[in-house]
């Protein structure tokens, strides 16, 4: 059975409120739009050594853990803004789990990174890449189980402790 | 205290002994840069890349050394050798892509070769040049393949199956001459087993190489990592110590990291490289731009590509054993993000702090004086390492570090 408009509008509004949220540093509400087996992996495929690489992976209670402790961190505090376009949403037979591919690219909002009488107010692309996201439907209220990152990107000049 | 103007600012404390600080022109002049390009990275051994990059008979790898393009390829003899990627010819790359085999077909060649695509010159694994088009048309006889081969450059494959490459053909020493009194405190556990490269990425930043060097070696900026003030601050800790070696390179090791201090941590005994003692660290920095660091579970390696006096690039290594299973080698990657992938804890702390120095150091601006003063004993918070490395820095410059308008010779003397 193809699954319904408003199922597949359910995923997209999820993916949007997710970008939403973490554009907007809510992290642990952009949590809440997760399941409680949630993960989360940042992966690239490196042309120069042929492989297949992970940077960053974390369950939602690592995540947690890690966003609680970021303020103890030294950081680069430059914005990072999404723009995102959800490019597919299937819907598995069972109408119990659906798959999204989103294309994102990240921009950095240059503020204390580097110099910032200069750079700051300035925007440089951060990354592109792709979300790859599995979610459980819950019957119209769509929930994160997995969140993949696959980035283009791999010169990361000063990477980010924030989720991508 | 009280702040200081003009003169002050610009007079050493009288207690500061020459070797104790450097002067801030080493780092952003650039006349100095393009005299380190030819005195120090032309002529030093260099760890390019590591043997699992290149696998199969026919791969290769292409890197730049001191602004030479260079291509480094496994032969069907399975030696690995490195030339210059340049075309003898008219001087194009003659290889493009970061790493392939050269024994899928291209489009202007033949498989087997490497190939040049301006006009369709094709070399061996051994750098002979087997194929000038129209040869006979164009050269007669004047000119002939046996004078056309690729320029080859010294290659080992040594110390965990790193390749190293120096474009000094006069260069007498071998890679165990150059650093193997440095890298022999974990030569056992790199070459106990074959490793594999697990991960890699790059960085490109406002700074010079050195500063890069520096924090690698100066341990002191604890400080600006949670992580290690809340893992490290042990007696144990302040007990490691800080070794200079010979040709430059910096030592520092071992003590047992309280990975489960730091509310994410977790101990990585179980999955220690070969001999080595569990939870056990070890940092070599070798001269001029490389280093390897051992801390349990995962090997990083970064190397240095200086691009101008301001601007360097540094590559990222992570690697495991070959023989790891999946999942040990998820574990491992997972140990070697947390504090040193580009998302990780402290790597992202490491690079604020270069470019940080680097903004502060742009070309032109007023030298000034960077202190490396601190003397503990040679324990891990002692600045020997950067000391040492300035004394290598100023003889093979012949440059006095704190003031590089004098000659180190005569300042020694
Ligand atoms: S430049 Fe390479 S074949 Fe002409
Ligand atoms: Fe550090």
Redesign the interface.
């Known amino acids: 059975m193809p699954a319904s408009r408003d199922t597949i509008e359910s995923v997209k509004d999820a993916i949007y409120k997710s970008c939403l949220l973490l554009d907007d540093f809510k992290f642990k509400d952009w949590l809440e739009l997760c399941d409680s087996d949630f993960t989360y992996a940042?992966v690239?495929y490196?042309?120069?050594?042929?492989?297949d690489?992970?940077?960053?992976?974390g369950d939602r209670k690592?995540l947690a853990?890690?966003l609680d402790?970021l303020p103890?961190?030294?950081?680069?505090h430059s914005p990072l803004k999404r723009h995102a376009t959800v490019y597919d949403v299937a819907v598995d037979d069972s109408g119990k789990t659906a798959e999204a591919i989103t294309s994102v690219l990240i921009y950095q909002n240059m503020l204390d990174?580097?110099?910032s009488h200069i750079d700051a107010g300035e925007n440089r692309l951060f990354v592109v890449g792709r979300y790859l996201d599995t979610f459980r439907l819950n019957g119209g209220a769509p929930k994160f189980v997995r969140r993949h990152v696959r980035l283009e990107t791999?010169?990361?000049?000063?990477?980010?402790?924030w989720p991508? | 205290m009280p702040s200081r103007n003009a003169a002050q600012w610009n007079t050493p404390p009288n207690s500061l002994r020459i070797d104790e600080f450097v002067d801030s022109r080493i780092y952003s002049d650039p006349a100095i840069f393009e005299e380190e390009l030819e005195k120090i990275w032309k002529k030093s051994w260099l760890p390019v890349c590591h043997e699992s990059e290149l696998p199969e008979p026919y791969d290769f790898r292409t890197l730049t050394i001191a602004r030479e393009p260079i291509l480094v390829v496994r032969g069907p003899d399975n030696k690995i050798r490195a030339f210059l990627n340049v075309c003898p010819h008219r001087g194009m790359l003659i290889e493009r892509r970061p790493s392939g085999s050269f024994l899928e077909n291209q489009a202007s060649g033949n498989p087997k070769h490497m190939t040049c695509m301006f006009h369709g010159w094709q070399f061996d694994m051994k750098g002979n040049c087997a194929m000038i088009t129209r040869e006979k048309e164009g050269y007669q006889d004047r000119l002939s393949r046996k004078d056309l081969g690729l320029r080859e450059l010294r290659c080992e494959t040594t110390f965990g199956n790193f390749v190293w490459v120096t474009l000094d053909d006069n260069n007498t020493q071998s890679v165990n001459d150059w650093a193997g009194d440095a890298l022999a405190c974990i030569q056992k556990n790199l070459d106990a087993e074959p490793l594999e490269v697990f991960h890699y990425h790059k960085a490109i930043i406002g700074t010079n190489y050195k500063l890069w060097h520096d924090t690698n070696s100066e341990f002191y900026h604890d400080y600006m990592h949670y992580f290690n003030r809340i893992t490290g601050f042990t007696p144990e800790y302040f007990a490691r110590k800080n070794v200079a070696h010979k040709n430059g390179h910096v030592v520092v090791g071992t003590f047992e990291v309280q990975y489960e201090k730091y509310q994410l941590g977790k101990s990585r005994a179980e999955l220690s490289f070969p001999g080595l003692p569990p939870n056990q660290w070890f940092m070599v920095d070798l001269f001029p731009g490389a280093n390897f660091n051992l801390r349990g579970s995962a090997l990083r390696v970064d190397v240095m590509t200086p691009l101008s006096a301001d601007t360097v690039m540094i590559e990222f290594r992570g690697l495991g054993l070959k023989r790891d299973t999946a999942e040990e080698r998820m574990r491992r990657i997972e140990h070697h993000n947390s504090i040193w992938g580009p998302f990780g804890r402290n790597l992202h702390e490491d690079l604020l702090g270069v470019a940080g120095q680097g903004s502060a150091m742009l070309p032109g601006s007023e030298p000034r004086r960077i202190i490396q003063a601190r003397h503990e004993n040679e324990t891990i918070h002692d600045e020997v390492g950067m000391r040492h490395f300035y004394q290598e820095w100023g003889r093979r410059m012949n440059r006095l570090p704190s003031d590089p308008t004098r000659k180190y010779m005569e300042a020694a003397e």
Do not use: V
């Open positions: 940042i690239a490196s042309p120069e050594i042929r492989r690489m992970t940077y960053f992976s690592q853990t890690m402790l103890k961190h030294n950081t680069d990174g580097i110099n791999r010169r990361l000049d000063k990477g980010s402790h991508l």
